[in-house]
């Protein structure tokens, strides 16, 4: 059972590099999410997603965008990079019923030199 | 908007022995979820416990208690019989019960633990 993915585990890009972190889930969630993650500090809302082609912005969306033209797959994109985005990102996602808790991905590092 | 405290950064605690972890919210809510997740060195965020503010009973997961005082806002973890592998940075999380998908989790700084052996 994969649960959430995420790819790549690691990656550093050069200032103004753009790219695109992979997040897939397959449990059929309606809701998927990505957080950051800085150093020494709790996790930090980007963007999420209620379904397949509904997105809306989190606490920090500059310099992101997200799509989701499948229920499996919420990737983000980073665009014109810079060092202020270097952290950790989290996918998580979870299924409609109210109750239920967040599935989190095993991350990615990001690093921009 | 709804804030999670911890002010704890850092605890320690013996092999064996009990420790507790404070958390403290903000919120004008009265239903909402509280979560505590574990993160280890590998980074993976594993869920530890979670607490229905409807329920008055505190949620008990083997050796992880919680102590949920609604009126004061606080959600404080308990850990007893300490094992080496319980030494993470542990976050206290909070979550509206909105049925819309706009409830992302809201997460406090963390406390890092360690066990000592």
């Known amino acids: 059972n994969a649960g959430v993915t995420q790819t790549p585990k690691f990656r550093i890009l050069k200032i103004g590099q753009s790219m695109t972190l992979q997040c897939a889930q397959d449990?059929?969630?309606?809701?998927m999410y990505w957080y950051r993650q800085d150093p020494g500090m709790g996790l930090k809302l980007i963007y999420y997603?209620?379904?397949?082609?509904?997105?809306d912005k989190g606490e920090v969306p500059n310099g992101y965008n997200v799509s989701r033209s499948t229920t499996e797959d919420f990737p983000l994109r980073l665009e014109l990079a810079a060092p202020s985005q270097t952290s950790v990102y989290f996918c998580?996602?979870?299924?409609?019923?109210?109750?239920?808790?967040?599935?989190f991905g095993p991350g990615t590092r990001l690093t921009v030199l | 908007a709804q804030t999670v405290t911890q002010s704890q950064p850092e605890m320690s605690v013996q092999e064996a022995e009990t420790v507790t972890l404070s958390c403290t919210y903000d919120?004008?809510?009265?239903?909402?979820?509280l979560f505590w997740y574990k993160q280890p060195p590998s980074r993976q965020m594993i869920l530890v416990i979670r607490?229905?503010?409807?329920?008055?009973q505190n949620a008990t997961e083997n050796r992880f208690s919680v102590n949920f005082q609604k009126a004061a806002k606080s959600f404080s973890l308990k850990i007893s019989d300490s094992q080496l592998g319980d030494a993470a940075m542990y976050f206290c999380?909070?979550?509206?019960?909105?049925?819309?998908?706009?409830?992302?989790?809201?997460f406090g700084k963390g406390t890092r633990l360690s066990v000592i052996a």
């Open positions: 998580a996602s979870r299924p409609r019923v109210s109750t239920d808790t967040q599935y």
């Open positions: 449990m059929n969630h309606n809701y």
């Open positions: 997603s209620v379904g397949a082609g509904i997105t």
């Open positions: 919120t004008s809510e009265s239903d909402y979820y």
């Open positions: 607490q229905e503010a409807y329920k008055q």
């Open positions: 999380a909070y979550r509206s019960p909105s049925f819309s998908g706009n409830t992302p989790l809201v």
